[in-house]
């Protein structure tokens, strides 16, 4: 099968499945400029499917590095209206979201910290209502991947420019199904799949989940009241149903913001803002971070700690088989949106209100009463590994639903 004809495929799942275009919609496409063939591709599929209305927004992370080195704090740290008018407006008119990943891990890399930090922060805080309404789901959005050299070579180092983005593009064409005669058949009978995890989990109304490994990791995860962990697909406020990643492995949830206690060590690097943080661990008390260390990138995870209170609690907890396409592959990615899908993870920073019973109705007081935790980031980073144990736990029962790394429910 050609290249193209894998593009062309990519695409539609992306547009067909993922977002489900219909007649009359708005779409909204982001990526990086070096990308812009495949966004092209996609808008296309948009089109063809009904949409109206296509945007796409460019992204170029090596003149994002130069501003953020060149360019003053008060500069950095000021987000015009126009920005924040552009995305409420998208929002207002329910337009659907496709995110294409694919920057360098290491591309800020050598940037100040603590001005890369307040200018974060600046923008999160600016954006906040935004980023609430997209965690809540108003309208359907998905995060996809596309290579770019730099992600390429930091996959395959030993190969050329050209080879690396090809073996790139051949392992992300694998973890979506692409490869496959009828990926959306495959991601259909997938879901499925999911969804008797996600049922199981939903319908026990388990109290606590208890996370154990070879690697150091005696982790107690309490669940909220009302908790519902979903998986692979989701629905919008719209009544839409979404596939909010592909790939996905996972099924997710929402931990109380204070009933996380103990250890956990991380099983893969996790690349953030363009800086790659590796070989650390946590230590919880009553769902606060209360030790922390890395091998690498110590300053970066300090700075994503001290970003708020909530950044130091954790706002999701995912569950991902180890025998999964994207784990078995062997490949680390450095790009959260694989890695994560290749081992159980959790997320520092805000959780998404869906997790929750009523959460999409509920104010922030209420969430956080309801033990959902708020932050101005969430940032996944994985735990799970061949030796992953997790035991859930309701009253005085005791129900082990992982066992060397996968499901044994």
């Not at 603590?114 to 309404?133: F, G, H, N, P």
């Not at 997790?390 to 992982?402: N, P, W, Y």
Request: net charge negative.
């Amino acid at each position: 099968m050609t290249f193209e004809k894998n593009l062309e495929k990519y695409a539609k799942l992306i547009i067909n499945m993922g977002i489900k275009v219909k007649q009359g919609d708005m779409v909204s496409i982001s990526g990086e400029v070096v990308n812009y063939e495949f966004l092209r591709h996609i808008a296309e599929e948009a089109y063809a499917a009904g949409a109206t209305d296509v945007k796409i927004h460019y992204n170029d992370q090596k003149f994002t590095k130069l501003k953020y080195q060149k360019s003053p704090l008060e500069v950095l740290t000021t987000v015009p209206d126009y920005v924040i008018d552009e995305q409420l407006y998208l929002l207002d008119n329910k337009a659907k979201y496709v995110k294409v990943i694919g920057s360098d891990p290491n591309g800020l890399k050598g940037v100040d910290s603590d001005k890369l930090q307040k200018a974060i922060m600046a923008r999160s805080k600016a954006l906040k209502e935004v980023d609430k309404r997209m965690m809540n789901s108003e309208t359907s959005w998905i995060v996809v991947g596309a290579p770019t050299v730099e992600w390429a070579k930091s996959v395959y180092p030993e190969l050329s420019d050209d080879e690396a983005v090809e073996k790139l593009w051949d392992a992300i064409f694998k973890t979506t199904r692409v490869d496959l005669e009828e990926p959306e058949k495959a991601w259909e009978e997938h879901i499925n799949n999911l969804k008797k995890w996600s049922n199981f989990l939903n319908e026990n109304e388990f109290e606590m989940l208890h996370f154990k490994s070879e690697k150091g990791t005696d982790l107690k995860v309490k669940l909220p009241k009302g908790y519902i962990f979903a998986g692979a697909s989701e629905y919008a406020k719209t009544g839409e149903e979404f596939v909010a990643n592909i790939p996905t492995e996972e099924v997710f949830s929402l931990p109380h913001r204070e009933g996380v206690d103990g250890i956990v060590y991380s099983t893969k690097p996790l690349n953030y803002n363009g800086n790659l943080i590796d070989e650390f661990y946590l230590k919880f008390e009553n769902g606060k971070v209360i030790d922390f260390d890395a091998k690498e990138g110590y300053e970066t995870l300090k700075n994503l700690l001290e970003t708020d209170e909530g950044a130091s609690r954790i706002g999701e907890v995912a569950l991902v088989p180890y025998d999964s396409p994207i784990s078995n592959s062997g490949i680390l990615f450095f790009e959260t949106l694989y890695d994560e899908n290749a081992a159980c993870h959790l997320a520092l920073g805000k959780a998404y209100p869906t997790s929750i019973k009523d959460g999409d109705i509920m104010s922030d007081d209420e969430l956080i009463n309801a033990g959902a935790n708020d932050s101005l980031v969430h940032v996944d980073f994985m735990i799970g590994d061949a030796t992953t144990d997790i035991t859930a736990h309701k009253g005085d029962e005791v129900v082990q639903i992982f066992k060397d790394g996968n499901f044994v429910i």
